[in-house]
């Protein structure tokens, strides 16, 4: 059971902005950086942002990471058809000797 | 350019243990950490643990009677042992690379494979 909520879908229009918040504890996001995946239909998961808000060299600065005391949002600018996908929250969680929480996990709608 | 390769039997009996492996090209097995994390189908990410290339393990607190990690820096691959399998492990399972860091990224993945539990 994720530790780790999210939204269970959102959804826009091409060009619009789009934002997944991702809600923890003290024990987790409060304590640790963030992380976040996108999973196209069928492929495994792709790293998006670590760290709340750094990009790895390919992911398009449409996309932008934040984080404030235990809530992460993920933020989705000028929304293409592309970016329908699954999108998950990560981070270490220190409770029960330390350990790894994934999000629940939201489905972004390109309408 | 890394790439991680699981392999696994498709299907498993219950109460058997479950074993798969990783195989992991272009790249250094030092320096990071190798994990399994698994997708029941239709719902979201579980993680099952990691081994550090040193060889120190961290498993999910929900798994860990269970689940045993094992690497072989010589041939480049990673393996986990899940006993005691019920209808509840059937998932795909993938391996996946982790960087350095208070809360490790995973920046590259296996394909996956599908694990079906059942009689």
């Known amino acids: 059971q994720s530790v780790l909520t999210q939204p269970p879908s959102a959804s826009g229009t091409p060009g619009q902005r789009v934002t997944i918040s991702c809600s923890g504890s003290?024990?987790?996001?409060?304590?640790?950086?963030v992380n976040w995946y996108q999973q196209l239909p069928g492929t495994a998961p792709k790293l998006l942002m670590y760290s709340n808000n750094k990009r790895p060299s390919g992911v398009p600065d449409r996309f932008s990471g934040s984080k404030s005391g235990t809530s992460a949002s993920l933020a989705i600018s000028g929304l293409q058809s592309e970016d329908e996908a699954d999108y998950f929250c990560a981070a270490w969680d220190d409770s029960l000797n330390g350990h790894y929480v994934f999000g629940t996990g939201t489905k972004v709608t390109v309408l | 350019q890394v790439q991680l390769q699981e392999s696994a039997p498709g299907l498993v009996k219950p109460s058997e243990t479950l074993s798969l492996t990783c195989a992991v090209s272009?790249?250094?097995?030092?320096?990071?950490?190798w994990c399994w994390i698994r997708q029941p189908p239709g719902k979201g990410l579980e993680w099952i643990g990691y081994m550090y290339y040193s060889g120190s393990t961290n498993y999910n607190p929900s798994l860990k009677s269970r689940v045993t990690m094992s690497v072989d820096t010589s041939k480049n691959q990673f393996s986990l042992k899940l006993s005691s399998v019920t209808a509840a492990d059937t998932a795909v399972y993938y391996c996946?690379?982790?960087?350095?860091?208070?809360?490790?990224?995973?920046?590259?993945w296996g394909q996956g494979t599908l694990v079906t539990v059942s009689s």
């Open positions: 272009g790249g250094s097995f030092s320096n990071y950490y």
């Open positions: 003290s024990s987790n996001i409060g304590s640790n950086p």
């Open positions: 996946a690379r982790g960087r350095s860091g208070i809360t490790p990224p995973f920046d590259f």
